[in-house]
Each structure stands twice: as C-alpha cells, then as structure tokens.
C-alpha cells in the first residue's frame, strides 16, 4: 500500500447529544477528536458546534453559559463535571435494568432483548471501575425510594 495514497473517508457528523448518560462517553470522545482537540478552530466556533450538538437537558445546563470565545471552556466544563460522573453513569445503568418493561408472555425475543440489556450494562458497569458496585446499586435503590429534593440534595 503506498503510504502517500490519501483516501477520502465518509464525512462523520457530529452526534447529537441529550442527556442519556451512558451515550456520554461516544459523544464525548467522538466531539473532542473532531471539535475540542483542534487548535484550527477558535473557541466561539468550538461553542457553536457543541450547541448544535446538544438538545434538551444537556443542552439546558449550558444555557446559562454566556456564548463567546471567552466562555466555551467553562461550557465544556460544566458538561464533564455533570455527565462524566461514575456515580451517576452507574445510577443510569441500574435504571435501566430496573425500568426494563416487564414481559407478560415468556417469549424468546423477550427474554433475549432482556439478556443483551443486561450484558451490555454489566459491561458498562465494569468498566466503570467504580470500587464497590455493590454499594452503589445500594445508594441507587435508596435514592429511588426518597423525594425528588431529598434526592437532589443527596446527590
């Protein structure tokens, strides 16, 4: 192969980015590389196109942040403090088992759409590398149980 061949890939789009917090990571790795990590691009822009990527709470939590070149940083900031939390990457992976929709019938599909869920979250929980998950499936069915404030306060 001759190495000074240039091929054309398929452009990526950005990813759009809500609030689901195990998409966190392919979002966040997928916009660094193609937006944060670049020094061709000025921060206004960066913030142009990390606004374009988000919508509804994520998209939210940086409302407040003034847009400006000055101000993308502390945007971006404010994303990975809130969505590169093990905790609660973990409390979204437990919801999800527990919020899985009961089946009525015990069908093969039911059971296998059940199975392939619980594979994919307990390699997710893995690699979370959190040091007790047994503690934290503890908290996370706690805070399932007490009010929203307390909750919020808790968390």
């Known amino acids: 192969m001759d ?4 091929q054309s890939l398929p452009t990526i789009e950005l990813p759009l980015f809500s609030r689901a917090f195990s998409d966190r ?36 939590l ?7 070149d000055a101000h993308y940083y502390s945007a971006w900031k404010e994303l990975c403090e809130q969505y ?22 015990g069908s093969l ?8 869920t619980f594979s994919e979250i307990h390699t997710a929980l ?8 047994g503690e934290l499936i503890l908290f996370r069915l706690a805070a399932r149980v007490v009010d929203a404030e307390t909750r919020r306060d808790f968390e």
């Open 109 to 116: 599909s039911a059971m296998q759409s059940f199975v392939n």
């Open 3 to 6: 190495p000074h061949r240039v």
């Open 126 to 133: 893995s690699n979370l590398n959190v040091p007790d998950s």
């Open 25 to 60: 990571v392919g979002f966040r790795d997928l916009f660094k590389s193609m937006v944060h990590d670049r020094t061709d691009i000025a921060s206004v822009e960066k913030f142009t196109y990390l606004k374009a990527s988000l919508q509804g709470k994520a998209l939210a």
């Open 84 to 105: 590169d939390n093990p905790r609660i990457l973990g409390f979204d992976y437990l919801d999800k088992i527990l919020e899985f929709p009961l089946s009525s019938q």
């Open 62 to 68: 940086i409302a407040s942040v003034p847009f400006g």
